[in-house]
């Protein structure tokens, strides 16, 4: 068995005349729970695509669960699970029909993984009854559905695209429980991909941030956060230029203060003793949350950032 | 099988200060305001857990550091308890808290123009409540 439910080498795709994913090398270990961030049109799709043998890499390899991602057998497919931002579900099933076809699909593919109880609990916080058609549901309770029917199904490696967007928070809540338990009782490896740093926060156990296509860093959420940090800067005169400064991220001006994001330069004197030598009066510097350190991390490779720098 | 403590924590998302640190935290303040009591059962992993949304790997990861720093002793099979308290800071580290703690609260109290010994009564009143806790 390979210790790396995901194996992508060089892996890159061209996708709609754009590079989507651009030799992009990822390993991730088995178990806990992997988020990804990263910008809008990152790549996160497009290497889920690769993965699940929707799209053939355009170069490089990517395998899943140690196979080949353009060789995978319906049993192996049946070992991986995977809910699409959407919730792309037929319109025309009613939700009993789709939870038995569900059930027999998994049950015989996966060696009767599946877990009834764990789908009860997951729909019991939707508002949701076996004879209505999927067609009838609203959002919020389609994506109920789907995520129960994914957890039920006790996947070896589950890929969740944004699973709460548009859920309310007792949904979210309930979704984000069964994740753990999917985690830690099956020993599922769960790969979800999401913009609410609060609940990656939370759950994750690894942080890994993609930009155009490429793996940008990983590691603990909390290890992440340690090597950002926060400075702010009094400089009696003009500001100098400070965004070629090595580990900055991140410059604003704020009521005549600089703030200044750095990455690895949380050492401290050394950080400081530049901006004192560029002619700062005052530095102080302090660590920051999740949410703020990823947003800077990224805002550095922005699109929009780029073009006003 | 021992019924836990209830343990009223509360963790915020958003803060810099990791959620591990913040059970630890947490955890201690309460064992050092009385609230826990030297003996008394901690939750469960999962049960901590899911008392604060939070994944048990995180839960599970700062009852380990506790248990290291002296805070928790684990006892096999039955799970974690609060451990015996002893003083675990070095004489010099007490005084310089101590210091510190004595200036803050100078600077709070020194505009409130109480004569001394008023303010003295209050502190000695306050401190009286937990005199009744060990003082080894």
Known sequence: ????????????????????????????????????????????????RVLLGFEPPSAGSARVLGHDCRRLTPALR???????????????????????????????????????????????????????????????????????????????????????????????????????QASIDDGSTIVYCSHQMDEIERVADNLVILERGQLRYMSGPDDFCGRVQLWVVEFPFKAPELRDLPGVLQVQQLDGLTHVVTFDQQDGAGFEARLKLLGARRVQSMPLGLDRAVNAFLSHGHAGARRAA | MHRCAPLMLQIVTGDPRPI???????????????????????????????????????????????????????????????????????????????TDAVDRFVGDVIGLDYPSDTVLDRVAGELSHYSSKKTA
Not at chain 1, 151 to 180: C, H, N, S, W, Y
Not at chain 2, 67 to 93: H, N, P
Request: charged share 25%; with cysteine; proline share 3%.
């Open chain 1, 78 to 180: 049946g070992r991986i699970g995977f809910v699409n931002e959407e919730h792309t579900l037929p319109g025309w099933m009613r939700v009993r029909e789709l939870m038995r076809m569900q059930q027999r699909h998994y049950t015989q593919a996966g060696g009767g993984l599946w877990n009834d109880a764990r789908y009860e609990e997951v729909l019991s916080h939707f508002n949701v009854l076996p004879d209505q058609r999927v067609v009838q549901l609203s959002r919020g309770e389609r994506a109920g559905l789907n995520l129960a029917l994914a957890l039920a199904q006790g996947p070896e490696l589950l890929i969740l695209d944004e699973p709460t967007l548009g859920l309310d928070v007792v949904a979210k809540r309930a979704f984000l429980e069964a994740m753990l």
């Open chain 2, 20 to 98: 591990i640190r913040q059970i630890g935290d947490g955890i201690k303040r309460l064992v050092a305001g009385g609230e826990l009591q030297p003996g008394d059962a901690l939750p469960s992993v999962r049960g901590l857990a899911q008392q604060l949304s939070v994944n048990p790997n995180t839960v599970a990861k700062a009852y380990a550091e506790l248990t290291a720093e002296g805070w928790l002793l684990s006892r096999a099979g039955l799970g974690l308890f609060v451990a015996e308290q002893r003083q675990r800071l070095s004489d010099a580290e007490r005084e310089r808290r101590l």
């Open chain 1, 1 to 48: 068995m390979s210790d790396y439910v995901i194996d992508t080498d060089g892996l890159c795709l061209r996708y709609k005349g754009k590079l989507a994913l651009d030799r992009l090398s990822l390993r991730l270990p088995r178990g806990g729970i992997h988020a990804f961030v990263g910008a809008n049109g990152a790549g996160k799709s497009s290497l889920f």
